[in-house]
């Protein structure tokens, strides 16, 4: 697994996988009505790109694959953190808050 920093590129498949991820693992635990609230299908990727852009984003790949994101303000505010719905559970999410935090404290 490679963590690197997000690009504007990326912005698309994250919605996707975003989306995916709620809608596949959080089903268990929300009705269809709140998952539809919560991913709507319909993410304004200029929105979401300027808000990634202005954190600390970094995107999880395996085999050029984006199997994961993450951002955190510059508060250490942790905003975003989803991992596809087809890796879960193989530590992806532990790696990248381990690296937002490390890159926190070493702006400090």
Known sequence: ??????KP??????AKLFYDTVHT???KDYTDEQLNV???GSVDLEVWNKSFTAHNTLVAVIKGEIVGFADMDH??????LYVHKDFQRRGIATALVKELEMCSHHKR
Not at 1 to 6: D, G, T
Not at 75 to 80: A, E, F, H, R, S
């Open 1 to 6: 697994m490679i963590i690197r920093k997000y």
């Open 9 to 14: 590129s990326d912005c698309a498949v994250m």
């Open 25 to 27: 693992i959080n089903a």
């Open 38 to 40: 919560w991913a709507t």
């Open 75 to 80: 508060t250490g505010y942790l905003d975003k």
